[in-house]
């Protein structure tokens, strides 16, 4: 038994050596039958941004508004003031409220983009997002429709990109 964890193990670390490598010699490894291996390897196990740096300068950003009394709201964003909440005082249930919102966006964002919307209005990610929107973040008051915007946001260069965005009644 302890062969084989040693021996999963050492392929493990060899894999992840492999993958670093190909990053720090991108001529050489892409062209090769390694390279071609290696990122069916990263495409499959989901480690690729563990060493594309591109991928770690993208996030997201996401925005809402609620339309009560007649009238839209100013829009806000979802995820940023849990973070800075977080980064300024520590506090960690901000960040596991962060971490929620983010996945719960992220949700309706897979079903918006690969489906059709009207589909991600039926779908049960969508209902969890809309019962958390409007619970955490408006007092649990329903309001008569919202509005959310899914950006996708560059940190090098510093913009975003409008990816998907809805009109609906909670």
């Not at 050489?28 to 071609?36: R, Y």
């Not at 196990?45 to 996401?62: C, E």
């Not at 520590?90 to 962060?98: P, R, V, Y």
């Amino acid at each position: 038994m302890k062969r084989i964890v040693t021996l999963i193990t050492c392929c493990a670390v060899f894999a992840y050596i492999i993958m670093a490598l190909s990053q720090i010699y991108p001529p050489i490894f892409k062209k090769s039958k390694i390279g071609n291996a290696t990122d069916k390897i990263k495409y499959r196990i989901g480690i690729g941004v563990l060493f594309d740096r591109p991928k770690t300068l993208t996030g997201k950003s996401v925005t809402y508004r609620f339309y009560q009394n007649g009238k839209w709201q100013k829009k806000q964003l979802l995820l940023e003031p849990l973070f800075d909440e977080y980064k300024k005082s520590g506090n960690f249930a901000a960040l596991k409220h962060c971490r929620l919102d983010s996945q719960l966006a992220a949700g309706i964002h897979r079903v918006g983009k690969h489906r059709d919307i009207s589909k991600m209005k039926q779908s049960k990610r969508y209902a969890e997002f809309m019962d958390h929107i409007i619970y955490k973040h408006n007092k649990n008051v329903k309001p008569d429709s919202v509005e959310v915007s899914y950006y996708i946001k560059n940190y090098k260069t510093g913009r975003l990109h409008l990816s998907l965005t809805f009109k609906g009644k909670p």
